[in-house]
Protein backbone atom coordinates (compact mmCIF):
# COMPACT_ATOMS: atom_id res chain seq x y z
CA UNK A 1 0.00 0.00 0.00
CA UNK A 2 2.68 2.17 0.96
CA UNK A 3 4.49 1.77 -2.27
CA UNK A 4 1.23 2.28 -4.27
CA UNK A 5 0.88 5.60 -2.69
CA UNK A 6 4.37 7.00 -3.21
CA UNK A 7 3.94 5.78 -6.85
CA UNK A 8 1.06 7.76 -7.21
CA UNK A 9 2.29 10.74 -6.34
CA UNK A 10 5.74 10.52 -7.38
CA UNK A 11 5.30 10.25 -10.82
CA UNK A 12 3.02 13.16 -11.27
CA UNK A 13 5.58 15.16 -9.06
CA UNK A 14 8.00 14.17 -11.22
CA UNK A 15 6.02 15.16 -14.47
CA UNK A 16 4.72 18.30 -13.27
CA UNK A 17 8.29 19.65 -12.41
CA UNK A 18 9.68 18.19 -15.83
CA UNK A 19 6.96 19.95 -17.59
CA UNK A 20 7.67 23.00 -15.47
CA UNK A 21 10.99 22.69 -16.13
CA UNK A 22 10.48 22.18 -19.95
CA UNK A 23 8.36 25.37 -20.12
CA UNK A 24 10.73 27.38 -18.60
CA UNK A 25 13.43 26.63 -20.53
CA UNK A 26 11.51 27.84 -23.34
CA UNK A 27 10.54 30.94 -21.62
CA UNK A 28 14.45 31.61 -21.06
CA UNK A 29 15.62 30.56 -24.91
CA UNK A 30 12.79 33.01 -26.42
CA UNK A 31 13.77 35.67 -24.31
CA UNK A 32 17.80 34.93 -25.37
CA UNK A 33 16.62 34.66 -28.77
CA UNK A 34 14.85 38.04 -28.19
CA UNK A 35 18.06 39.61 -26.99
CA UNK A 36 20.13 37.91 -29.57
CA UNK A 37 17.87 39.65 -32.37
CA UNK A 38 18.26 43.22 -30.47
CA UNK A 39 22.11 42.77 -30.62
CA UNK A 40 22.17 41.90 -33.78
CA UNK A 41 20.35 44.60 -35.25
CA UNK A 42 22.03 46.89 -32.88
CA UNK A 43 25.68 45.64 -34.37
CA UNK A 44 24.43 46.52 -37.90
CA UNK A 45 23.73 49.68 -36.53
CA UNK A 46 27.63 50.38 -34.92
CA UNK A 47 29.41 48.16 -37.17
CA UNK A 48 27.90 48.75 -41.09
CA UNK A 49 29.08 46.80 -43.52
CA UNK A 50 32.75 45.19 -43.17
CA UNK A 51 33.53 47.56 -40.07
CA UNK A 52 34.85 45.96 -36.84
CA UNK A 53 35.63 49.17 -34.72
CA UNK A 54 36.02 48.42 -30.64
CA UNK A 55 32.47 48.82 -29.63
CA UNK A 56 30.91 46.60 -32.98
CA UNK A 57 33.86 44.04 -31.78
CA UNK A 58 32.47 43.74 -27.84
CA UNK A 59 29.22 43.59 -29.39
CA UNK A 60 29.59 40.49 -31.71
CA UNK A 61 31.23 39.26 -28.49
CA UNK A 62 28.51 39.45 -27.02
CA UNK A 63 26.45 37.84 -29.21
CA UNK A 64 28.48 35.17 -29.46
CA UNK A 65 28.17 34.51 -25.67
CA UNK A 66 24.28 34.23 -26.03
CA UNK A 67 24.22 32.29 -28.82
CA UNK A 68 26.70 29.56 -27.22
CA UNK A 69 24.19 30.32 -23.74
CA UNK A 70 21.22 29.62 -25.92
CA UNK A 71 22.88 26.44 -27.59
CA UNK A 72 23.45 24.70 -23.99
CA UNK A 73 19.35 25.97 -23.28
CA UNK A 74 18.51 24.05 -26.13
CA UNK A 75 20.65 20.81 -25.18
CA UNK A 76 18.59 20.91 -21.95
CA UNK A 77 15.38 21.18 -23.48
CA UNK A 78 16.13 18.32 -25.92
CA UNK A 79 17.29 16.24 -22.99
CA UNK A 80 14.46 17.00 -20.79
CA UNK A 81 11.96 16.80 -24.23
CA UNK A 82 13.51 13.02 -24.59
CA UNK A 83 12.62 11.91 -20.84
CA UNK A 84 9.35 13.43 -21.24
CA UNK A 85 8.72 11.78 -24.15
CA UNK A 86 9.67 8.48 -23.14
CA UNK A 87 8.10 8.18 -19.96
CA UNK A 88 5.79 5.16 -18.67
CA UNK A 89 3.28 7.13 -17.55
CA UNK A 90 0.68 9.30 -20.03
CA UNK A 91 1.37 13.11 -19.78
CA UNK A 92 0.02 16.04 -21.50
CA UNK A 93 -0.42 19.96 -21.21
CA UNK A 94 -3.33 21.71 -22.60
CA UNK A 95 -3.74 25.54 -23.06
CA UNK A 96 -6.13 27.42 -21.96
CA UNK A 97 -8.74 26.53 -24.76
CA UNK A 98 -8.04 22.87 -23.77
CA UNK A 99 -5.89 22.02 -26.88
CA UNK A 100 -2.81 20.04 -26.66
CA UNK A 101 0.41 21.92 -26.45
CA UNK A 102 2.01 18.75 -25.77
CA UNK A 103 1.77 15.02 -25.40
CA UNK A 104 4.10 11.98 -24.92
CA UNK A 105 3.84 8.69 -26.48
CA UNK A 106 2.40 6.83 -23.53
CA UNK A 107 -0.84 8.82 -23.65
CA UNK A 108 -1.03 9.38 -27.16
CA UNK A 109 -1.18 5.54 -26.83
CA UNK A 110 -3.69 5.85 -24.31
CA UNK A 111 -6.31 8.30 -26.48
CA UNK A 112 -5.26 5.96 -29.63
CA UNK A 113 -3.79 8.49 -31.72
CA UNK A 114 -0.24 9.26 -33.21
CA UNK A 115 1.74 11.82 -31.11
CA UNK A 116 1.95 14.32 -33.85
CA UNK A 117 -1.92 13.92 -35.01
CA UNK A 118 -2.82 14.19 -30.78
CA UNK A 119 -1.46 17.82 -30.86
CA UNK A 120 -3.24 21.46 -31.14
CA UNK A 121 -6.32 18.86 -30.73
CA UNK A 122 -9.11 19.79 -28.66
CA UNK A 123 -9.13 17.80 -25.78
CA UNK A 124 -12.70 16.52 -26.35
CA UNK A 125 -11.52 15.66 -30.01
CA UNK A 126 -9.22 13.66 -27.92
CA UNK A 127 -11.34 11.62 -26.20
CA UNK A 128 -15.09 12.43 -25.43
CA UNK A 129 -15.02 11.49 -21.36
CA UNK A 130 -17.16 13.44 -18.95
CA UNK A 131 -15.20 12.74 -16.22
CA UNK A 132 -11.88 13.51 -17.88
CA UNK A 133 -13.31 17.20 -18.99
CA UNK A 134 -14.23 17.58 -15.07
CA UNK A 135 -11.02 17.32 -13.67
CA UNK A 136 -9.60 19.42 -16.31
CA UNK A 137 -11.96 22.22 -15.95
CA UNK A 138 -11.30 21.48 -11.85
CA UNK A 139 -7.50 21.74 -12.43
CA UNK A 140 -7.66 25.00 -14.45
CA UNK A 141 -10.35 26.94 -11.72
CA UNK A 142 -8.24 25.76 -8.50
CA UNK A 143 -5.32 26.03 -7.52
CA UNK A 144 -5.17 22.64 -5.84
CA UNK A 145 -3.99 19.72 -8.06
CA UNK A 146 -7.31 17.26 -8.58
CA UNK A 147 -7.16 13.86 -8.73
CA UNK A 148 -9.53 10.86 -9.69
CA UNK A 149 -10.32 7.70 -11.59
CA UNK A 150 -11.82 7.43 -15.00
CA UNK A 151 -12.41 4.72 -17.58
CA UNK A 152 -11.98 4.84 -21.30
CA UNK A 153 -13.47 2.79 -23.61
CA UNK A 154 -11.70 1.88 -26.70
CA UNK A 155 -12.28 -1.30 -27.41
CA UNK A 156 -11.24 -3.13 -24.19
CA UNK A 157 -11.80 -0.61 -20.88
CA UNK A 158 -8.34 1.37 -19.77
CA UNK A 159 -9.03 2.33 -15.61
CA UNK A 160 -6.95 5.26 -15.62
CA UNK A 161 -5.66 7.44 -12.59
CA UNK A 162 -5.76 11.10 -13.50
CA UNK A 163 -3.72 14.24 -12.05
CA UNK A 164 -4.28 17.13 -13.37
CA UNK A 165 -3.04 20.86 -12.15
CA UNK A 166 -2.85 24.21 -13.33
CA UNK A 167 0.34 25.76 -15.58
CA UNK A 168 1.53 29.23 -14.60
CA UNK A 169 4.26 31.16 -16.69
CA UNK A 170 7.60 32.27 -14.57
CA UNK A 171 5.03 35.23 -13.69
CA UNK A 172 1.89 33.16 -11.56
CA UNK A 173 0.24 33.18 -14.38
CA UNK A 174 -2.30 30.34 -15.13
CA UNK A 175 -1.08 29.30 -19.00
CA UNK A 176 -3.39 25.41 -19.43
CA UNK A 177 -3.21 22.58 -17.36
CA UNK A 178 -0.96 19.67 -17.04
CA UNK A 179 -2.85 15.98 -17.47
CA UNK A 180 -0.84 12.99 -15.95
CA UNK A 181 -2.48 10.07 -16.57
CA UNK A 182 -1.55 6.37 -14.71
CA UNK A 183 -2.54 3.12 -16.06
CA UNK A 184 -4.20 0.58 -13.40
CA UNK A 185 -5.84 -1.31 -15.70
CA UNK A 186 -4.05 -4.47 -14.27
CA UNK A 187 -4.18 -3.26 -10.93
CA UNK A 188 -7.95 -2.26 -10.93
CA UNK A 189 -8.37 -6.67 -12.00
CA UNK A 190 -5.97 -8.11 -9.43
CA UNK A 191 -8.52 -6.29 -6.89
CA UNK A 192 -11.38 -7.61 -8.56
CA UNK A 193 -9.69 -10.66 -8.48
CA UNK A 194 -9.24 -10.55 -5.27
CA UNK A 195 -12.86 -9.34 -4.34
CA UNK A 196 -14.15 -12.34 -5.96
CA UNK A 197 -12.14 -14.93 -4.46
CA UNK A 198 -13.17 -13.79 -0.93
CA UNK A 199 -16.86 -13.51 -2.14
CA UNK A 200 -16.47 -17.09 -3.33
CA UNK A 201 -14.74 -18.62 -0.45
CA UNK A 202 -16.90 -17.51 1.97
CA UNK A 203 -20.20 -18.99 -0.36
CA UNK A 204 -18.26 -22.24 -0.37
CA UNK A 205 -17.64 -22.33 3.08
CA UNK A 206 -21.20 -20.73 4.01
CA UNK A 207 -23.17 -23.23 2.55
CA UNK A 208 -22.00 -26.22 4.45
CA UNK A 209 -22.30 -24.51 7.44
CA UNK A 210 -25.92 -23.60 6.83
CA UNK A 211 -26.34 -27.24 6.37
CA UNK A 212 -24.42 -28.33 9.42
CA UNK A 213 -26.75 -25.46 11.48
CA UNK A 214 -29.78 -26.76 10.24
CA UNK A 215 -29.85 -30.34 11.12
CA UNK A 216 -28.37 -29.40 14.79
CA UNK A 217 -31.34 -27.09 15.39
CA UNK A 218 -33.32 -29.98 13.81
CA UNK A 219 -32.10 -32.69 16.41
CA UNK A 220 -32.46 -30.17 19.03
CA UNK A 221 -35.88 -28.97 18.31
CA UNK A 222 -36.84 -33.25 18.95
CA UNK A 223 -35.22 -35.56 16.03
CA UNK A 224 -33.10 -36.85 18.94
CA UNK A 225 -35.68 -38.96 19.77
CA UNK A 226 -35.87 -40.63 16.46
CA UNK A 227 -32.46 -43.18 16.52
CA UNK A 228 -32.93 -43.96 12.83
CA UNK A 229 -33.23 -39.65 12.40
CA UNK A 230 -30.14 -39.00 14.04
CA UNK A 231 -28.20 -41.25 12.86
CA UNK A 232 -29.03 -40.42 9.41
CA UNK A 233 -28.54 -36.38 10.18
CA UNK A 234 -25.23 -37.26 11.89
CA UNK A 235 -24.01 -38.63 8.65
CA UNK A 236 -25.26 -35.70 6.34
CA UNK A 237 -23.50 -33.22 9.17
CA UNK A 238 -19.96 -35.77 8.81
CA UNK A 239 -20.09 -35.48 5.03
CA UNK A 240 -20.48 -31.68 5.20
CA UNK A 241 -18.06 -31.35 7.77
CA UNK A 242 -15.54 -33.75 5.32
CA UNK A 243 -16.56 -31.19 2.63
CA UNK A 244 -15.29 -27.57 4.85
CA UNK A 245 -12.03 -29.95 5.49
CA UNK A 246 -11.71 -30.55 1.93
CA UNK A 247 -12.25 -26.85 0.88
CA UNK A 248 -9.98 -25.59 3.69
CA UNK A 249 -7.22 -28.38 2.57
CA UNK A 250 -7.35 -27.08 -0.92
CA UNK A 251 -7.23 -23.58 0.13
CA UNK A 252 -4.06 -24.07 2.25
CA UNK A 253 -2.42 -25.98 -0.56
CA UNK A 254 -3.14 -23.45 -3.15
CA UNK A 255 -2.06 -20.26 -1.11
CA UNK A 256 1.14 -22.48 0.13
CA UNK A 257 2.42 -23.31 -3.27
CA UNK A 258 1.20 -19.73 -4.61
CA UNK A 259 3.49 -18.22 -1.72
CA UNK A 260 6.15 -20.64 -1.89
CA UNK A 261 6.29 -20.02 -6.19
CA UNK A 262 6.41 -16.51 -5.02
CA UNK A 263 9.66 -16.82 -2.54
CA UNK A 264 11.32 -19.06 -5.27
CA UNK A 265 11.23 -21.51 -2.37
CA UNK A 266 10.56 -24.35 -4.33
CA UNK A 267 13.32 -26.85 -4.63
CA UNK A 268 13.80 -28.24 -8.39
CA UNK A 269 15.60 -31.20 -9.21
CA UNK A 270 16.49 -33.32 -12.35
CA UNK A 271 14.91 -36.61 -11.89
CA UNK A 272 12.58 -39.57 -13.49
CA UNK A 273 9.35 -39.01 -14.04
CA UNK A 274 8.67 -42.45 -13.96
CA UNK A 275 8.46 -42.20 -9.64
CA UNK A 276 6.28 -39.72 -9.37
CA UNK A 277 3.56 -40.95 -11.62
CA UNK A 278 3.97 -44.27 -10.19
CA UNK A 279 3.10 -42.83 -6.90
CA UNK A 280 0.01 -40.91 -8.21
CA UNK A 281 -1.50 -43.77 -10.04
CA UNK A 282 -1.12 -45.67 -6.55
CA UNK A 283 -3.01 -43.01 -4.98
CA UNK A 284 -5.85 -42.93 -7.47
CA UNK A 285 -6.07 -46.92 -7.51
CA UNK A 286 -8.70 -47.41 -4.92
CA UNK A 287 -10.97 -45.13 -6.48
CA UNK A 288 -10.12 -46.13 -10.03
CA UNK A 289 -11.28 -49.33 -8.56
CA UNK A 290 -14.56 -48.61 -7.23
CA UNK A 291 -15.74 -47.59 -10.81
CA UNK A 292 -14.04 -50.46 -12.59
CA UNK A 293 -11.88 -47.94 -14.42
CA UNK A 294 -8.33 -48.91 -15.86
CA UNK A 295 -5.14 -46.04 -15.40
CA UNK A 296 -2.21 -46.97 -18.13
CA UNK A 297 0.61 -45.26 -17.75
CA UNK A 298 3.06 -44.78 -20.67
CA UNK A 299 6.09 -42.87 -20.10
CA UNK A 300 9.56 -44.10 -20.88
CA UNK A 301 11.87 -45.26 -17.87
CA UNK A 302 14.27 -43.09 -18.08
CA UNK A 303 12.70 -39.76 -18.91
CA UNK A 304 13.66 -36.84 -16.48
CA UNK A 305 13.29 -33.09 -16.03
CA UNK A 306 13.60 -30.49 -13.48
CA UNK A 307 10.81 -31.15 -11.03
CA UNK A 308 9.50 -31.54 -7.10
CA UNK A 309 8.37 -34.68 -6.99
CA UNK A 310 5.79 -34.41 -4.17
CA UNK A 311 3.98 -31.53 -6.18
CA UNK A 312 4.17 -33.25 -9.52
CA UNK A 313 2.30 -36.36 -7.83
CA UNK A 314 -0.55 -33.80 -6.40
CA UNK A 315 -1.08 -31.78 -9.52
CA UNK A 316 -1.45 -35.37 -11.39
CA UNK A 317 -3.69 -36.97 -8.32
CA UNK A 318 -5.65 -33.94 -9.25
CA UNK A 319 -5.82 -34.68 -12.60
CA UNK A 320 -6.60 -38.46 -12.28
CA UNK A 321 -9.05 -37.99 -9.91
CA UNK A 322 -10.81 -35.16 -12.23
CA UNK A 323 -10.38 -38.34 -15.12
CA UNK A 324 -12.26 -40.91 -12.46
CA UNK A 325 -15.17 -38.71 -11.34
CA UNK A 326 -16.02 -37.37 -14.78
CA UNK A 327 -16.10 -40.63 -16.69
CA UNK A 328 -18.83 -43.32 -16.66
CA UNK A 329 -17.60 -46.65 -15.22
CA UNK A 330 -15.23 -49.13 -16.81
CA UNK A 331 -13.91 -46.37 -19.28
CA UNK A 332 -10.09 -46.44 -19.78
CA UNK A 333 -8.10 -43.23 -18.36
CA UNK A 334 -4.36 -42.72 -19.68
CA UNK A 335 -0.95 -40.91 -18.46
CA UNK A 336 1.54 -40.09 -21.31
CA UNK A 337 4.62 -38.64 -21.37
CA UNK A 338 6.01 -37.18 -24.50
CA UNK A 339 8.81 -35.07 -25.24
CA UNK A 340 7.84 -31.95 -27.06
CA UNK A 341 9.56 -28.87 -28.47
CA UNK A 342 10.98 -27.31 -25.31
CA UNK A 343 10.12 -29.76 -23.12
CA UNK A 344 8.00 -32.71 -21.82
CA UNK A 345 4.18 -32.56 -21.80
CA UNK A 346 2.51 -35.20 -19.32
CA UNK A 347 -1.25 -35.78 -20.95
CA UNK A 348 -4.03 -37.31 -19.22
CA UNK A 349 -6.65 -38.67 -21.14
CA UNK A 350 -9.84 -39.75 -20.15
CA UNK A 351 -13.32 -41.35 -22.60
CA UNK A 352 -15.36 -39.04 -19.87
CA UNK A 353 -18.31 -36.53 -19.96
CA UNK A 354 -15.89 -34.06 -21.86
CA UNK A 355 -16.28 -29.86 -21.49
CA UNK A 356 -18.02 -27.73 -23.72
CA UNK A 357 -15.97 -25.00 -25.29
CA UNK A 358 -17.17 -21.95 -23.76
CA UNK A 359 -16.51 -23.31 -20.62
CA UNK A 360 -11.96 -23.84 -21.04
CA UNK A 361 -10.54 -20.58 -20.95
CA UNK A 362 -11.85 -20.02 -17.25
CA UNK A 363 -11.37 -24.16 -16.47
CA UNK A 364 -8.69 -23.23 -14.13
CA UNK A 365 -9.81 -20.00 -12.22
CA UNK A 366 -10.54 -21.00 -8.45
CA UNK A 367 -13.99 -22.49 -7.91
CA UNK A 368 -14.87 -21.98 -11.46
CA UNK A 369 -17.23 -25.32 -12.46
CA UNK A 370 -19.21 -26.28 -15.27
CA UNK A 371 -22.16 -28.42 -13.32
CA UNK A 372 -21.88 -26.81 -9.90
CA UNK A 373 -24.27 -29.61 -8.22
CA UNK A 374 -22.46 -32.40 -10.26
CA UNK A 375 -18.94 -31.14 -8.68
CA UNK A 376 -20.35 -31.16 -5.16
CA UNK A 377 -22.31 -34.12 -5.35
CA UNK A 378 -19.03 -35.84 -6.17
CA UNK A 379 -17.24 -34.47 -3.64
CA UNK A 380 -15.42 -31.58 -5.53
CA UNK A 381 -13.64 -28.25 -4.31
CA UNK A 382 -13.45 -26.49 -7.64
CA UNK A 383 -9.94 -25.67 -6.19
CA UNK A 384 -8.44 -28.68 -7.92
CA UNK A 385 -7.52 -27.60 -11.65
CA UNK A 386 -6.36 -23.85 -9.94
CA UNK A 387 -3.84 -25.94 -7.41
CA UNK A 388 -2.53 -27.69 -10.90
CA UNK A 389 -2.26 -25.34 -12.71
CA UNK A 390 -0.16 -23.37 -9.81
CA UNK A 391 2.25 -25.99 -9.51
CA UNK A 392 2.78 -26.43 -13.26
CA UNK A 393 3.92 -22.62 -13.06
CA UNK A 394 6.07 -23.19 -9.87
CA UNK A 395 8.08 -25.44 -12.49
CA UNK A 396 8.04 -22.74 -14.95
CA UNK A 397 5.44 -24.64 -16.87
CA UNK A 398 1.88 -24.04 -18.44
CA UNK A 399 -1.43 -26.75 -18.34
CA UNK A 400 -3.84 -27.18 -21.35
CA UNK A 401 -7.22 -28.77 -22.03
CA UNK A 402 -8.51 -29.88 -25.26
CA UNK A 403 -12.26 -31.48 -24.61
CA UNK A 404 -15.02 -32.40 -26.94
CA UNK A 405 -18.22 -33.05 -25.51
CA UNK A 406 -19.47 -36.43 -25.17
CA UNK A 407 -16.41 -38.08 -26.26
CA UNK A 408 -13.67 -36.96 -23.35
CA UNK A 409 -11.00 -34.79 -22.41
CA UNK A 410 -6.94 -34.49 -22.77
CA UNK A 411 -5.21 -32.10 -19.97
CA UNK A 412 -1.71 -31.64 -20.45
CA UNK A 413 1.42 -30.45 -18.08
CA UNK A 414 3.87 -28.92 -19.66
CA UNK A 415 7.45 -28.96 -18.38
CA UNK A 416 10.36 -26.55 -19.65
CA UNK A 417 13.50 -29.35 -20.89
P1 LIG B 1 -13.78 -29.97 -8.92
O1 LIG B 1 -13.36 -30.13 -7.53
O2 LIG B 1 -15.15 -29.40 -9.08
O3 LIG B 1 -13.53 -31.18 -9.75
P2 LIG B 1 -11.63 -28.80 -10.45
O4 LIG B 1 -10.95 -27.49 -10.31
O5 LIG B 1 -10.80 -30.02 -10.32
O6 LIG B 1 -12.83 -28.79 -9.44
O7 LIG B 1 -12.35 -28.81 -11.87
C1 LIG B 1 -13.14 -27.71 -12.26
C2 LIG B 1 -14.28 -28.15 -13.15
O8 LIG B 1 -13.77 -28.62 -14.39
C3 LIG B 1 -15.05 -29.34 -12.61
O9 LIG B 1 -16.09 -28.90 -11.76
C4 LIG B 1 -15.60 -30.00 -13.87
O10 LIG B 1 -16.78 -29.32 -14.25
C5 LIG B 1 -14.55 -29.69 -14.91
N1 LIG B 1 -13.64 -30.84 -15.14
C6 LIG B 1 -12.39 -31.00 -14.63
N2 LIG B 1 -11.82 -32.12 -15.09
C7 LIG B 1 -12.72 -32.68 -15.94
C8 LIG B 1 -12.72 -33.86 -16.74
N3 LIG B 1 -11.67 -34.70 -16.77
N4 LIG B 1 -13.81 -34.14 -17.48
C9 LIG B 1 -14.87 -33.30 -17.46
N5 LIG B 1 -14.93 -32.17 -16.72
C10 LIG B 1 -13.87 -31.85 -15.96
Redesign the pocket.
Known amino acids: MADLFSHSLFFPMLSVLLIAGLLLLWVKALRLRRSLEEARRACDRWAPAGETGAPGAAIARRIEQVGERLERLEQQRKEQEAVFVSMVEGVMALDEEERVININHAAARLFGVPRDKARNRHLQELARNADLQQLVTAARSGDQPVEGDITLFSGEDRHLQVHASRLRDAGGRGIGVLVVLNDVTRLRRLENLRRDFVANVSHELKTPITSIKGFIETLQDGALKSEEDARRFLEIMARQADRLNAIIEDLLHLSRVEEEAAQQDIELKEQPLHEPLQAALHCCHHKAETRQISIELKCEPGLCARINAPLLEQAVV ?1 LLD ?2 I ?2 SAPSSPVEVEVVREEGGIAIRVR ?1 R ?4 AVK ?1 LPR ?1 FERF ?4 KA ?2 RQ ?1 G ?7 IVKHIAQAHGGSVTVE ?1 TPGQG ?1 V ?1 GLHLPG
Not at 352 to 355: H, K, L, S, V
Not at 368 to 371: G, L, T
Not at 380 to 386: D, I, K, V
Open positions: NNAKYDGCGIHLYRVDRSMGTGLGLASSF
